[in-house]
């Protein structure tokens, strides 16, 4: 167990502390943004046959050429086409035999059935396999999943793709003092992190299956940890991370004999998170004010659920800072903003309960030292 680990070591440590998941497969055009389980390599070549590059005729010989008839794309033409005879041609339709070259449209000349132009041996046509060959590795194991990559893995002859099956997350929302709905009072507040800590996960590929709400009570606690664990392949908790008299994790995973990986991070907000694990499964806790949550879903929360989806270790970008950043001796010290023309911009309302700056901020800028104007710093996105 990492007691006070520095922020990357929190960061890199809940990486490696977990194998992905097993796979499953699915159809193609249910797989936008999962995680390729194995490499995936062209089926066919691409092109598959010679292909028109644009509108136009396709020629055999010198011409003039004599206009016999037409090719359509999925239609080829039977037989090759005869010396000094064209065709009208559309782009991606099978070159037909013997074919010089092909003549764009708004260049051509057209007599009745009688055509001239310029043109080049080979003009216009894609050869069969100029994009791949087949066998070609078009996709590895770990890419995710973008429109254009499924459209690449379909026209490749790809139906069925072998992706990580999601993690399900059950989130535990621990508190006597939230308020589900309505005006917040006497003293209570209202939830802010049930709503939202959804919306995160669904963004960072997780199957949110469960939200529960649980008292201050340590039997509780306890039975919904031991619950979670037995269906969910990562827990989420919110609050009871500190030690004070109502705050029950530690004691809950200990109850439970499970194990810390990391208790607490040298990062301002979030500096009482925790890693764990009960019975193998991962248990994220993440303290009770919005910020510092937000900031411990990122810290260890999604390296969790990148090495549980077979992702490769993130690494951050480097932004220009426009504002000086004071950081705590000893900590790292992550600040809401956005990048504005390639420059940080820090945000306003930065407390760790605050909700205004997370509101309207695209991500982090991480900072292990005090730094001024200009100065280079890690650039961490909201998801």
């Given amino acids: 167990m990492i007691q006070e680990a520095h922020w990357e070591q929190a960061r890199s440590e809940a990486y490696r502390s977990w194998k992905k998941l097993p796979s499953e497969e699915l159809s193609i055009d249910k797989c936008l943004d999962r995680t390729l389980a194995k490499d995936v390599v062209a089926l066919v070549e691409l092109p598959t046959h010679q292909t028109s590059a644009m509108d136009g005729y396709a020629v055999a010989g010198q011409g003039p050429w004599s206009i016999v008839g037409e090719v359509k794309a ?188 990391i208790d607490r991070v040298k990062v301002r907000p979030g500096h009482p998170m925790l890693l764990a694990h009960i019975n193998k499964t991962p248990l994220v806790g993440l303290p009770g004010n919005p910020q510092s949550a937000i900031v411990a879903l990122l810290t260890l929360g999604h390296p969790v659920i990148d090495a549980l989806m077979g992702r490769s270790e993130s690494e951050l970008n480097q932004i220009v800072t426009g504002d000086d950043i004071d950081v705590p001796e000893g900590f790292t010290r992550l600040v809401l903003g956005n990048v504005i023309d390639g420059w940080f911009e820090m945000g306003e309302y930065l407390g760790s309960a605050m909700l205004r700056g997370l509101a309207h901020s695209t991500g982090f800028a991480v900072a292990d030292k005090s730094m001024g104007e200009g100065e280079m710093v890690a650039w961490l996105p909201l998801p």
């Fill in 74 to 261: 999925g239609a080829p033409m039977k037989g090759a086409l005869q010396d000094k005879s064209a065709v009208k041609i559309a782009t991606g339709a099978v070159i037909p035999e013997n074919t010089f070259g092909i003549i764009r449209w708004e260049v051509a000349t057209v007599v009745g059935d009688e055509l001239s132009g310029e043109v080049k041996q080979g003009q216009d046509i894609r050869p069969a396999g100029l994009e791949s060959a087949q066998g070609d590795v078009l996709a590895v194991a770990g890419t995710i999943l973008n429109p254009g990559l499924i459209g690449l893995l379909a026209a490749a002859g790809h139906d069925l793709l072998e992706v990580i099956r999601k993690p399900r997350a059950t989130i535990i929302l621990l508190g006597d003092e939230i308020v589900l709905e309505g005006l917040p009072h006497d003293g209570l507040v209202r939830d802010a992190l049930g709503p939202q800590l959804p919306g995160w996960l669904h963004r960072l590929g997780v199957e949110v299956i469960a939200t529960q709400y649980v008292s201050d009570e340590l039997e509780l606690v306890t039975k919904a940890f031991a619950d979670a664990a037995k269906n969910s392949d990562i827990i989420f908790t919110t609050g009871g991370t500190a030690d004070g008299p109502r705050d029950h994790v530690h004691a809950a995973i200990a109850a439970l004999k499970g194990e810390l990986i």
